[in-house]
C-alpha cells in the first residue's frame, strides 16, 4: 500500500511539473520570446527544413522572413484569411502590413512573440485589411505587449475618412473592453496610437533602426488606399494593397528584392463566382482591383527577385486559370501566396515554403516584462453595488494565497 501512494506522490509531482513547464513564461533567444522549451536552430548555407516549424529557426542577422497571414478575400474562410502579411527582421523588428480579419488566428497559430507586435501598417480602410485590428490590440496587450500599439496609415479626402478617426472610434468602440483591463495588466498596452500620414504624398513614415518604411498612393475606389515599400540593411519589401497598376508603384517597386501585389480574380470567375452580370463583375475585377493578366504586366515592368500574388479564393476550380493567365504577360519568379506561406530573404537566396501551425496553439502568455511593466491603480467603481450584492456567497472557492 505504502508503495503504491508513493508511487501516486511521484506521478502527482511529475503531472505538476508538467503543468508548470507547459505554462511557464517564454523563454528569450537573441531578444525575442519563444515559448518556453523552444530552442531555435542556425539555418546554415541555405539547408532550410522542408516546413517552417513557427519558433524552430534562428533569423540570420541580415535575413528577412515574411509570412502570409492571410491572402484571401473580405469574406474570409478558415483557410483563407484576409489580407496581412508579417515582416520579420534579423535585427528583432517586426512590422505587419494589413490585418485582415482572421489574420490573429495565424499569429496566435505561430506563437509569435506579441511584444513585439506592436507596429502595423495599413493600406486602406477596407474590413478585409484591417478588421483585425481591435483584436490584435487587446490580444497583443493580454499577450505580452506593454508598450502601445502604433497604426500607420492614409489620410482620407476628409478627416473623418482617414485612419486616425479610424483608430480613435476603435478605442472609443471598445472603452468597455480596455477600462475593464485597465490595472490588471500594464497600462501602456491598453493604448492605440495612430500615425496618419498624407496618401497623396511618396513619403517616408517610418525611419528607426535602419528600418525605412515608405508610403505612396495606390488607385482604388476611391481616394486614400496606398501601397509601401519597406527598405532594411540592403533587402527590399513591397507590399500593395488593393489598386489598379499605377505608375507610383512601377517606380518604388522597380528591381525590389520581394514584391506583393493583389491578383484578383477575371471577370467571368468573378461571375460565376458572385453572381454578379458582366458589368459588375468588370467593375470589380479590373476597374477597382488588378486581374491575373494587369499584375503579370506589373510584374514584367518591376523585375523583382520574387513577385508575390495574392487576393483571391485559393480554390481549384480557379487558382490554376488565375496562375496561366499571370503567365501569358510574365514570366520570372513568381509565388502565388497561400495563407502561411514563408519567404525567407537573403542577398543571395530566396526560399519559399509553407508554415506548420499548431492549431490548438496558444498566445505564448506573459512575459518576464509582465513583472516590472507599470500598472496604474485597478480601476474603481466599474460595478453598481446593488449589481455586486446579487453575488451568491460560498460558491466560488476562498483564495488558497494571498491576494493583496
Ligand atoms: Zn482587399
Ligand atoms: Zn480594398
Given at each position: 500500500?505504502k508503495?503504491?501512494?508513493a508511487?501516486?506522490?511521484i506521478?502527482?509531482?511529475?503531472?505538476?511539473?508538467?503543468?508548470y513547464?507547459?505554462?511557464?513564461?517564454?523563454?528569450?533567444?537573441?531578444?525575442?520570446?519563444?515559448?518556453?522549451?523552444?530552442?531555435?536552430?542556425d539555418?546554415k548555407?541555405?539547408k532550410?527544413?522542408?516546413?517552417?516549424?513557427?519558433?524552430t529557426?534562428k533569423?540570420?542577422?541580415?535575413?528577412?522572413?515574411i509570412?502570409?497571414?492571410?491572402?484571401?478575400m473580405?469574406t474570409?474562410t478558415?483557410s483563407?484569411?484576409?489580407?496581412?502579411?508579417?515582416?520579420?527582421?534579423?535585427?528583432?523588428?517586426?512590422?505587419l502590413?494589413?490585418l485582415?480579419?482572421?489574420a490573429?488566428?495565424?499569429?496566435?497559430?505561430?506563437?509569435?512573440?506579441y511584444?513585439?507586435l506592436?507596429?502595423v501598417?495599413?493600406s486602406?480602410?477596407?474590413?478585409?485589411?484591417?478588421?483585425?485590428?481591435?483584436s490584435?490590440?487587446?490580444?497583443?496587450?493580454?499577450?505580452?505587449?506593454?508598450?502601445?500599439?502604433?497604426?500607420?496609415g492614409?489620410?482620407g479626402s476628409s478627416?473623418?475618412l482617414?485612419?486616425?478617426?479610424?483608430v480613435?472610434?476603435?478605442?472609443?468602440?471598445?472603452?468597455?473592453?480596455?477600462t475593464?483591463?485597465a490595472?490588471?495588466?500594464?497600462?501602456?498596452?491598453?493604448e492605440?496610437?495612430?500615425?496618419?500620414?498624407?496618401?497623396?504624398?511618396?513619403?517616408v513614415?517610418?525611419n528607426?533602426?535602419?528600418?525605412?518604411?515608405?508610403?505612396?498612393?495606390?488607385?482604388?475606389?476611391r481616394?486614400?488606399?496606398?501601397?509601401?515599400?519597406?527598405?532594411?540593411n540592403?533587402?527590399?519589401?513591397?507590399?500593395?494593397g488593393d489598386?489598379v497598376?499605377?505608375?507610383?508603384f512601377?517606380?518604388?517597386?522597380?528591381?525590389a528584392?520581394v514584391?506583393i501585389?493583389?491578383?484578383?480574380?477575371t471577370?467571368?470567375q468573378?461571375?460565376?463566382?458572385a453572381?454578379f452580370?458582366?458589368?459588375?463583375a468588370y467593375w470589380a475585377?479590373?476597374?477597382?482591383?488588378t486581374?491575373?493578366e494587369?499584375?503579370?504586366?506589373i510584374m514584367?515592368?518591376?523585375k523583382?527577385?520574387?513577385?508575390?500574388?495574392y487576393?483571391?479564393w485559393?480554390?481549384?476550380d480557379?487558382?490554376f486559370?488565375?496562375?496561366?493567365?499571370?503567365r501569358q504577360?510574365?514570366?520570372?519568379?513568381l509565388?502565388?501566396?497561400?495563407d502561411?506561406?514563408?519567404?525567407?530573404?537573403?542577398k543571395?537566396?530566396?526560399?519559399?515554403?509553407?508554415?506548420?501551425?499548431?492549431?490548438?496553439?496558444?498566445?505564448?502568455?506573459?512575459s518576464?516584462e509582465w513583472?516590472?511593466?507599470?500598472?496604474?491603480?485597478?480601476?474603481?467603481g466599474?460595478?453598481?453595488e446593488?449589481?455586486?450584492?446579487g453575488?451568491v456567497k460560498?460558491?466560488?472557492p476562498?483564495?488558497?494565497q494571498?491576494?493583496?
Amino acid at each position: 500500500m505504502k508503495k503504491i501512494i508513493a508511487h501516486l506522490v511521484i506521478l502527482l509531482f511529475c503531472l505538476g511539473c508538467l503543468h508548470y513547464t507547459a505554462l511557464a513564461k517564454p523563454d528569450k533567444v537573441d531578444g525575442v520570446n519563444v515559448p518556453s522549451g523552444r530552442i531555435p536552430q542556425d539555418i546554415k548555407n541555405n539547408k532550410y527544413p522542408r516546413t517552417f516549424y513557427p519558433n524552430t529557426e534562428k533569423l540570420g542577422k541580415g535575413e528577412m522572413r515574411i509570412t502570409a497571414l492571410g491572402t484571401g478575400m473580405p469574406t474570409q474562410t478558415p483557410s483563407n484569411k484576409s489580407a496581412s502579411f508579417l515582416v520579420e527582421l534579423g535585427n528583432g523588428d517586426k512590422f505587419l502590413f494589413d490585418l485582415g480579419v482572421g489574420a490573429t488566428d495565424m499569429l496566435s497559430g505561430l506563437q509569435a512573440d506579441y511584444g513585439k507586435l506592436d507596429k502595423v501598417f495599413v493600406s486602406h480602410l477596407h474590413t478585409d485589411h484591417i478588421g483585425d485590428l481591435a483584436s490584435l490590440w487587446v490580444a497583443g496587450w493580454i499577450g505580452g505587449r506593454y508598450t502601445p500599439m502604433h497604426v500607420y496609415g492614409p489620410s482620407g479626402s476628409s478627416p473623418e475618412l482617414g485612419t486616425k478617426v479610424h483608430v480613435d472610434h476603435i478605442r472609443a468602440a471598445w472603452a468597455w473592453d480596455v477600462t475593464s483591463r485597465a490595472g490588471t495588466l500594464p497600462n501602456a498596452g491598453g493604448e492605440i496610437v495612430a500615425h496618419e500620414f498624407d496618401f497623396s504624398k511618396t513619403a517616408v513614415v517610418y525611419n528607426e533602426n535602419g528600418v525605412e518604411v515608405t508610403a505612396f498612393p495606390a488607385i482604388h475606389i476611391r481616394d486614400g488606399s496606398v501601397s509601401f515599400r519597406l527598405d532594411w540593411n540592403g533587402l527590399s519589401f513591397v507590399f500593395g494593397g488593393d489598386s489598379v497598376p499605377n505608375k507610383w508603384f512601377l517606380k518604388e517597386a522597380k528591381g525590389a528584392d520581394v514584391v506583393i501585389h493583389e491578383c484578383f480574380f477575371t471577370p467571368e470567375q468573378w461571375m460565376k463566382i458572385a453572381g454578379f452580370p458582366y458589368k459588375q463583375a468588370y467593375w470589380a475585377t479590373t476597374i477597382i482591383h488588378t486581374p491575373p493578366e494587369g499584375f503579370g504586366k506589373i510584374m514584367s515592368e518591376i523585375k523583382p527577385r520574387m513577385a508575390v500574388a495574392y487576393h483571391y479564393w485559393n480554390h481549384r476550380d480557379v487558382e490554376f486559370e488565375i496562375y496561366e493567365r499571370v503567365r501569358q504577360t510574365y514570366d520570372g519568379p513568381l509565388t502565388m501566396a497561400d495563407d502561411l506561406t514563408v519567404l525567407n530573404v537573403t542577398k543571395d537566396h530566396i526560399e519559399v515554403r509553407e508554415v506548420t501551425i499548431d492549431h490548438e496553439a496558444w498566445a505564448q502568455g506573459t512575459s518576464t516584462e509582465w513583472d516590472t511593466a507599470p500598472r496604474g491603480e485597478p480601476a474603481t467603481g466599474l460595478m453598481a453595488e446593488w449589481l455586486k450584492s446579487g453575488e451568491v456567497k460560498g460558491f466560488n472557492p476562498p483564495p488558497t494565497q494571498p491576494i493583496d
